[in-house]
């Protein structure tokens, strides 16, 4: 009798890891799939998955594969099950197989007796694909910055330009003038006062954005003046425009999507690009960040506001629960406020709707 028990328990943990690992698959969900160009894994994920954020779970690498965190065009993501839980791994196609052979740079030394070998350096022709859609957020993973509310008021600023203009674009010569920085470095930002975020719960401000439309080279330096070369800019330089030095960041092209280590209640304090309506692949500013455990991957669930209504027989107004609309995930953190890209939308969004754990 207790080997029958144990038998129907062994039987009844395995039906529910095996309804574990089916209840994360999508309904109709493919066995395999071929990447291709324009392809990102969220939406390699979402064919798979009930929730896309959830790859990292049954990803499954393959140490034989040099960089098999990276996915390339012409590979194929196949679903198998080990022990009952579903896995998706990767079968290289030729993309990532094709590579460019070229010399690697000459060993300098004044050492005549110093031996030479030749080496070669591969680089793969195909980009491998990105975790989410880069170019909606490309510029704030490069530029996009939080600051304190007097720092571009204390940084340096444009003074003059070497023609006599009022804007300035690529190639125009300029002066600048302040307190520089004690490294010196070669190459500034140019920035403008963005908008000042406001925590909408509680009226803190919760950073100062620093637009970019920008970047200068350092010619020269006499005293407090700096001689400088336009060499980008997104719209017109002008005198006033603040100088801060460039941010040495490593762009990510591959996010880890992770759930928050605590609960998070949170709000969507903006659309960057003016309007008011959220929707897919929008990107939105936070009043959660660091300083709440959201970091870059950081997912979040998008709650739609319930309506007021009024309540006839009762005769009062009662608010109508909040329910899940949407996903974003954080792609750039700072200590109070986060940048999200927000990955999908069951409904039309807007600014003022909450965030809560996936």
């Known amino acids: 009798m207790k080997k029958f028990i144990a038998l129907i328990l062994v039987g009844l943990m395995c039906f529910q890891q095996a309804y574990a690992g089916d209840s994360i698959l999508r309904p109709g969900h493919p066995d395999k799939y071929d990447v291709k160009q324009g392809d990102t894994l969220w939406d390699i994920a979402t064919m798979f998955l009930t929730d896309a954020w959830l790859w990292p779970e049954i990803w499954q690498v393959n140490p034989g594969i040099e960089n098999p965190h990276l996915i390339y065009p012409g590979d194929e993501i196949r679903l198998t099950y080990v022990q009952g839980q579903p896995q998706l791994s990767v079968a290289r196609g030729e993309a990532s197989r094709t590579v460019k052979l070229s010399p690697e740079q000459p060993l300098v030394s004044g050492d005549r007796n110093i031996k030479m070998s030749p080496k070669i350096r591969r680089t793969e022709l195909a980009s491998a694909i990105p975790a989410i859609p880069l170019d909606a957020i490309a510029s704030l993973l490069t530029t996009g910055r939080i600051v304190e509310q007097h720092t571009l008021d204390d940084a340096p600023h444009i003074l003059a330009g070497k023609a006599d203009r009022l804007l300035f674009g690529p190639g125009d010569g300029l002066y600048a003038r302040g307190n520089w920085p004690i490294e010196e ?21 919760l950073g100062y954005e620093a637009r970019e439309i920008g970047t200068a080279s350092v010619d020269s330096r006499e005293g407090e003046l700096y001689s400088m070369t336009l060499t980008s800019v997104k719209e017109d330089v002008r005198i006033g425009d603040r100088l801060l030095p460039t941010e040495e960041r490593r762009v990510e092209s591959t996010f880890f999507p992770t759930a928050p280590l605590g609960e998070i209640d949170g709000v969507i304090m903006t659309v960057l690009g003016g309007v008011t309506q959220v929707g897919r692949n929008d990107v939105v500013a936070i009043n959660r960040g ?55 939308t069951e409904r039309a969004l807007r600014v003022g709707d909450t965030l809560h754990n996936p």
């Open 185 to 205: 470095p070669s190459v500034f930002g140019i920035f403008r006062k963005g908008e000042v975020y406001i925590d909408p719960e509680t009226g803190e401000v």
């Open 290 to 344: 660091l300083e709440s455990d959201v970091n870059v991957g950081t997912i979040l669930a998008i709650h739609k506001k319930g309506k007021i209504v009024r309540d006839k027989v009762n005769n009062d107004s009662i608010q109508l629960p909040s329910e899940r609309a949407g996903i974003l995930m954080v792609f750039r953190s700072f200590d109070k406020m986060s940048y999200g890209l927000v990955l999908e």
